[in-house]
């Protein structure tokens, strides 16, 4: 019996890592290679909101990262897009910025459903651009709005410092954020 939980265990992990691994697929596409840099789960007042994942590409210093979150719960595109702007206001961004920011993310971030993921992939010649369960949605270039955007994650403001830390581990955070740790 417990052979057969062990050999059970395992076909579940190997399973479940070819599944991880085709779900990443776009972004090891615009990276050419993705590592995981560390991962975690946004939860609110006892709800599980959504997991997140932090990729850099090719090496944990690369300039160019990928941010994936699998909602567990469904969100209108809008609904997301302020809660986004609300996000960048705490770290800092001042309000009228946010509020346009929030906008333009209103103008093309879809509702999502439990199990639907929203990625955005920042490089520094494109900017941000972001998929919606691994197809290319839309793209906001220049570094600022980059900068706010991934800053609520990993901003040393954030609102969710547990996550931030386990998004990064024991790495610093992307060159974006933060030239040192």
């Given at each position: 019996m417990r052979r057969f939980l062990l050999s059970l265990c395992a076909l579940t992990c190997l399973l479940g890592?070819?599944?991880?691994?085709?779900?990443?697929?776009?972004?090891?596409?615009?990276?050419?290679?993705?590592?995981?840099?560390?991962?975690?789960?946004l939860t609110w007042w006892?709800?599980?909101?959504?997991?997140?994942?932090?990729?850099?590409?090719?090496?944990?210093?690369?300039?160019?990262?990928?941010?994936?979150?699998r909602y567990q719960k469904s969100f209108t595109g809008v609904s997301i897009a302020n809660r986004t702007a609300e996000?960048?206001?705490k770290i800092g961004v001042p309000d009228m910025q946010a509020v346009l920011w929030g906008k333009e993310l209103a103008g093309f971030l879809p509702n999502v459903e439990s199990g639907q993921a929203l990625?955005?992939?920042?490089?520094?010649?494109q900017g941000t651009l972001f998929y919606?369960?691994?197809?290319?949605?839309?793209?906001v270039k220049g570094a600022e709005f980059s900068k706010a955007f991934f800053g609520i994650w990993f901003d040393t403001k954030t609102t969710a410092p547990k996550l931030r830390?386990?998004?990064?581990?024991?790495?610093?955070?992307?060159p974006l954020i933060s030239e040192g740790c």
């Open positions: 890592s070819e599944s991880f691994a085709r779900d990443a697929a776009h972004i090891n596409n615009a990276f050419g290679s993705a590592k995981l840099q560390g991962s975690g789960k006892g709800l599980d909101i959504y997991d997140a994942a932090l990729y850099r590409a090719g090496n944990l210093n690369s300039p160019e990262f990928a941010l994936d979150l996000e960048m206001k990625t955005a992939i920042y490089t520094p010649k919606f369960d691994g197809k290319q949605i839309a793209q830390s386990e998004l990064l581990g024991q790495n610093c955070p992307p």
